[in-house]
């Protein structure tokens, strides 16, 4: 790589300007003074005390089952969709509208989710939540796996059924296999995405079962808290965790 | 070799297949007969391929009928048909093992571990690759790739086993090497190998017979050795090895051509009106003036050790004509020479 010279203090501003909020939270999440201005102490009692929160905990599992059954189900159906458009399809607006959900600005999708679910006298709950996860995370795991999609020979699914594989055989044996680390990569990424998601969220959720976004947006209407910088911190190690495993599985795929 | 008599393993009747204007087959109808090493040639976009794949059931004809001793093919579906089909790019299944890849076949006819067990293990020492039964298709080097597609066809025991270009993607050596061991696994499964190439060395050296494929459609069918030295048009003729072409009248015993006859031989119909002589380069000897067919100067001679070539320009002729003896040239560059045949060596065609 070329030196950079004096670009180096620039690059190094922007980097400071990213990771300095972040960095600021982690540490005060360990600040054992509740006054966010004065160092108190290295203390881990903000975690602590995060886990008899019994508001922060229904949240907590609210949110891991909308995560975990959108994930399920965005993964599920959009390999299908993912291995269908790229079998049958020659339409590039089939393509693009696949993943509209995707670009679509949150809000826009929120709204639009609620004023069908009104439409439709559908209640609101986990359920509504879970459905709009579903819808912008197919979008993703479409878009990841028909890049893999590209990527193989489609003579292996012939080859397949040359051999004695029916379609159905074939589909689980030979084309999910050579899918898997798109399949897995996109499944992390709707994970992560569901977890911290709010917008969404907020319009497609019912009062009495909110998520834990949902949660944390109301205790900081009273002022953020260490116990909220605590719980941010063990969001971002998750996330973090989620979207390098992402990132490693999809270099994985390309060097085969 | 020439079974006719018998009735034929696979039987291919007025099969015809357009993409869009494109005509890949025009109708097609050809034999192919039990144990025969049967090879379909031409060059790319000749519908070769399409026709392998109509064997295989990937691609339906739109017109014609497909026979397995005697029973319609075109009715099952690919994983149903006892065809197997050696893939161009090999299509190994990369996320199994060697020996997993060979066993897929044997495991999705149900059969029994320790039978599929003992026929790979048999197959991988056929084609010998024992050692490596446990590696990955990536962990492989071109060879072996190719004796591993191999042998994950033969396995199945099918009636027909396809072969799409299978030497294209070796190297040199390698390639002489699988030309012979193809030819003896041949042999020793007693298979029906059809294959496909544009490579008419690999067909002559390996087939028994030989389908040259043109635009769509047969030109012939016909052993190796016949079908290079009696084209029956001009294209098998341009296409299988060099031959120098006179176009001239169709006459008694030739062709005449500047107040000459070029003597000649039609096989088959008579030939009358525009016509083409066809003869090959090692056919022609050098003679005295008074017996020559074509006369002209030398403009090139190449030795290649075993043979050499001579390179004639002859007045009123656009290409040079070619003569090839057995080793040296014995005439140089500028050198006036002149050109006879036997009349039985030039094919005489419709022009």
Redesign the interface.
Known sequence: MRSLGWLRLPMAVTYVFLYLPILVLVVLSFNASKQPFTWGGFSTKWYSELAGNAEVLQGLGNTLIVAVGATVLSTALGTLLAVGLHRHSRSNLLDAYALVPAILPDLVLGIGLLVLFTLVSMTLGLYSVLLAHVVFGMAFVTAVVRARLTQVDPSLEEASRDLGAGQVSTFFRITVPGLMPAIVAGALLVFTLSLDEFVIAFFTNGPSSPTLPIVIYSMVRFGVTPEINALASILMLVSFTAVISAQRLTRLTDTV | MNDSALAPLVSIRGVSRSFGDVVALDDVSLDIHENEFFALLGPSGCGKTTLLRVL???EHPDSGEVLLTGEDLLAQ????RP???M???Y?????MSVERNVA??LE??GRPKDEVGDRVSEVLRTVGLSDLARRRP?QLSGGQRQRVALA?AIV?RPRLLLLDEPLSALDRKVRAEMQLELKRLQHEVGITFVVVTHDQEEAMSMADRIAVMGSGRVQQIDAPIDLYQRPATLFVAGFIGTSNQFQGQAVEGGIALHDKVLPGTAHGAAVSGNAVLVVRPEDTRLVDEAAASVSGTVVDTQFYGGVSTVAVTVPGHDAPVLHTRPGAPEVERGAVVHLAWDAAKAVVLAG
Not at chain 2, 91 to 95: G, N, Q, R, S, W
């Open positions: 295989a059931g990937f579906p690919p994983h149903r065809v197997n089909l893939f161009q790019s299509a190994l299944f990369p996320h897929y076949g999705r006819e990536s994950r199945k």
